[in-house]
């Protein structure tokens, strides 16, 4: 035996701190959710869709062809203090439907100061689970807002494209508070 075991010294787990949530309702309206960098019109959006036999989806229709980064965004972590350390977690169902310049699956991203360019890669026509988790925040000062966009070049969203979404949940945590 070397003997190591005694050198070592035992640390403490220090939980995180649960700051703020988000949990989408899409029955009745668009829960805040809009258009982001739409061209040629903005995105229609139909609440209360069902997909797969459940319901609760938001459908979002592209006017025209995308040629630059569009999708959805919402003004979500307001209220809270930003704080070096802050983390998001973030989970939400979706269903690309329609044109979206080929079959193959779709790159997609979330940006936000915590977020940044978390990338998705999201096959068509079938319902995925995104379950996805920030690196913490080096500094404060990050934006309230969360964007899912698409925006890589053969997989932008081309005129009648649809993507369907819901239970989107987004948890705000820190483990230094």
């Known amino acids: 035996m070397l003997g190591l075991g005694n050198?070592?010294?035992a640390g403490s787990y220090i939980a995180p701190t649960l700051r703020q949530t988000y949990r989408s309702d899409f029955t009745s309206d668009n829960d805040g959710w809009s258009g982001a960098s739409i061209e040629g019109g903005s995105l229609t959006q139909t609440f209360n869709q069902t997909i797969g036999g459940?319901?609760?989806w938001m459908k979002n229709v592209y006017p025209a062809n995308q040629t630059n980064t569009s999708g959805l965004l919402k003004n979500v972590l307001v209220g809270a203090t930003d704080q070096v350390g802050d983390f998001v977690t973030i989970q939400?169902?979706?269903?690309?439907?329609g044109n979206w310049d080929g079959s193959d699956n779709v790159s997609g991203f979330i940006i936000n100061s915590i977020a940044s360019n978390i990338i998705l890669d999201i096959p068509q026509d079938e319902v995925v689970q995104v379950d996805?988790?920030?690196d913490p925040s080096p500094d404060a000062g990050y934006s309230n807002?969360?964007?899912l966009l698409f925006n890589?070049?053969?997989d932008r969203p081309q005129s009648g494209a649809i993507f369907y979404i819901k239970d989107i949940e987004i948890d705000l945590w820190n483990y230094s508070v």
Do not use: C, E
Request: hydrophobic content about 35%; charged content about 15%; proline content about 0%.
């Open 7 to 9: 050198s070592l010294t």
């Open 54 to 56: 459940s319901d609760g």
């Open 92 to 97: 939400f169902k979706i269903y690309l439907d």
């Open 132 to 134: 996805v988790t920030s």
């Open 145 to 147: 807002s969360i964007q």
């Open 152 to 154: 890589t070049a053969g």
